[in-house]
């Protein structure tokens, strides 16, 4: 595998590991707003579908969630804060919530349903993350996985959020595109 200056050829056998060549061609052919992302090493050993939508500050964000039908939920104030440096157990750390560094009045919304279809969620820098992955084998894609995603994709189109999609994922490695493997072009 060439990793070298963004481009990279992924082994088709790698490529097509967890999933057929028939699969990857639909998927990939398919999508409009989102991108397949398989592991290229050992180290990120995930597979899913990823799509990322653009804010522009706090008024955006929450008109765009308000669009989608997602509430956030506030923090409080007393709610309890993890001490850096501090071991805590597995069951003490889930008292603590994740925030939105940028917002940390609000927790990260993290595993959500929307329109029947459950999505990953994660916000930071002026991304909204939705990952599909996982549904029928942990780590990773399947039809189902697909399908979800096209319900986000269609919810993404009614509520006219297409050109809030970021594209600068298309040269992360792993990132499979019809530019950068045509074989996938069914």
């Not at 597995?90 to 994740?98: G, L, P, V, Y």
């Not at 999505?119 to 930071?124: A, G, K, M, P, Y």
């Not at 029928?136 to 999609?165: A, H, M, W």
Request: net charge negative.
């Amino acid at each position: 595998m060439d990793v070298s200056h963004n481009t990279y050829k992924m082994d088709r056998a790698w490529m097509t590991e967890r999933n057929s060549l028939e699969e990857l061609s639909k998927w990939v052919s398919t999508l409009k707003y989102a991108y397949l992302w398989k592991r290229p090493s050992f180290r990120d050993d995930a597979d899913y579908f990823s799509l990322t939508l653009n804010f522009y500050g706090k008024d955006d964000l929450l008109k765009i969630l308000d669009q989608l039908e997602i509430k956030l939920n506030k923090v409080p104030n007393d709610a309890p804060k993890p001490i850096p440096g501090q071991p805590y157990s597995f069951k003490e750390f889930e008292q603590f919530k994740s925030t939105i560094k940028d917002f940390p009045e609000f927790e990260q919304p993290g595993h959500i349903t929307l329109n029947n279809a459950p999505t990953f969620l994660w916000i930071e820098k002026g991304e909204i993350h939705f990952t599909f992955s996982g549904q029928n084998q942990p780590y990773s894609i399947s039809e189902q996985d697909f399908r979800n995603y096209i319900v986000v994709e269609e919810l993404i189109k009614t509520c006219e959020l297409g050109e809030r999609v970021n594209r600068s994922i298309e040269s992360n490695v792993g990132t499979l595109t019809l530019k950068k493997y045509p074989f996938l072009n069914g």
